[in-house]
């Protein structure tokens, strides 16, 4: 019984958003690739969204997908205390989340982070990889709404990067944790929440950590 409000207010914001957008369930079936039946029983409250099926909708729409998980139900909330947590005391969780779905042999670590970050550097320093920041990056707040503390912190290292304020070593590193945070299949996927958000959170750490260092 709990469940019902949440997902009727998914799909009555579903509804909503269809209508002012002049589309159709068919026609948010062929833009998703999620079949008509199942997109007609989550807006009827009939069968509850799963994460995957939020972010496809997110993306078709162009609505954030932050809005859609709290009106299906999912614990936005205990997810924003958990990235703002100490990076070490959110692995046992993240790990445990994993384990419940369907990448269950998927394993995370500080190290797979710090590894994706390294790679990013190089390619925060080449003129693909600063439009891929320039361009991408409010295209991504839009798309997140504003999931998690760490957000102003992305938007202070965008504007560091944007107006070239730092050294060449700390624009890279800089350049790094916004493309990490840019590029949605990361260590984690996005879509799969709560956590999906978390290593962009630990990237954001571990990335002043190092500017730390640097200065």
């Known amino acids: 019984m709990t469940d019902q409000p949440k997902t009727s207010k998914l799909g009555l914001l579903l509804k909503e ?13 062929e833009l998703t690739k999620i079949d008509t039946a199942t997109i007609s029983r989550i807006i009827n409250g009939k069968r509850k969204a799963n994460p995957e ?25 205990q997810s924003q205390e958990q990235q703002s947590s100490d990076i070490h005391s959110s692995i046992d969780s993240i790990q445990r989340v994993l384990e419940s779905t369907e990448l269950n042999n998927k394993t995370f670590s500080i190290e797979l982070v ?13 003129d693909e990889g600063k439009e891929t920041i320039l ?26 990067f944007r107006l070239k304020n730092g050294s060449p070593v700390e624009l890279a590193i800089i350049g790094s944790v916004l493309i990490y945070f840019i590029i949605s299949v990361d260590v984690i996927p996005d879509y799969i929440f709560p956590i999906g958000y978390v290593d962009d959170a630990i990237a954001v750490k571990l990335g002043l950590d190092l500017l730390s260092k640097n200065a």
Request: aromatic letters at 10%; hydrophobic letters at 35%; a positive charge.
């Open 17 to 29: 958003l269809l209508k002012e957008r002049s589309l159709s369930m068919r026609k948010l079936s």
């Open 53 to 77: 099926h939020l972010q496809k909708i997110a993306d078709c729409l162009e609505y954030p997908i932050t809005d859609l998980f709290v009106a299906a139900g999912y614990p936005v909330e």
């Open 114 to 126: 710090e590894q994706q970050l390294a790679k990013y550097q190089q390619y925060a320093e080449t």
């Open 135 to 160: 361009t991408g990056f409010k295209k991504k707040l839009r798309k997140v709404g504003s999931i998690g503390p760490f957000i102003s912190q992305l938007k202070e290292m965008f504007e560091r």
